[in-house]
């Protein structure tokens, strides 16, 4: 294995994770950096739904299950909340190469 790929000769083998592709013999560098990017994105994900999604559709629910006319302070709340999180979308998103 040539230095700088991985493994023990290269020194830069790293711990290994469960469930997280390693680099070593085998596995093309493509493939590592696109299980990356699917790795970026899914925290992204759960960060989006954990940090804004979730309280918006609890709000969101609440207009839909109110009996009488929902409050034009709920309706700007969830409107708010829905810009907070297009808003957050770039910073959650991992940056491309510069």
Same mark, same amino acid.
């Given at each position: 294995?040539?230095?700088?790929?991985?493994? /023990?000769? !290269?020194? %830069? !083998?790293? /711990? &290994? @994770?469960?469930? *997280?592709? %390693?680099?070593? /013999? !085998?596995?093309?560098?493509?493939?590592?950096?696109? *299980?990356? @990017?699917? &790795?970026?994105?899914?925290?992204? =994900?759960?960060?989006?739904?954990?940090?804004? +999604?979730?309280? $918006?559709?609890? +709000?969101?629910?609440?207009? +839909?299950? $109110?009996?009488? *006319?929902? =409050?034009?302070?709920?309706?700007? $709340? @969830?409107?708010?909340?829905? %810009?907070?999180? $297009?808003?957050?979308?770039? !910073?959650? +998103? /991992?940056?491309?190469? %510069?």
């Amino acid at each position: 294995m040539a230095a700088g790929h991985g493994g /023990p000769e !290269g020194g %830069q !083998g790293g /711990p &290994e @994770v469960p469930g *997280v592709a %390693q680099e070593g /013999p !085998g596995v093309p560098k493509d493939l590592l950096a696109a *299980v990356a @990017v699917a &790795e970026a994105l899914w925290d992204a =994900s759960a960060c989006l739904a954990k940090g804004h +999604l979730l309280g $918006t559709l609890r +709000l969101a629910r609440g207009l +839909l299950v $109110t009996l009488g *006319v929902p =409050s034009a302070t709920t309706a700007v $709340t @969830v409107a708010q909340r829905c %810009q907070d999180a $297009t808003a957050a979308l770039p !910073g959650l +998103l /991992p940056r491309g190469p %510069q």
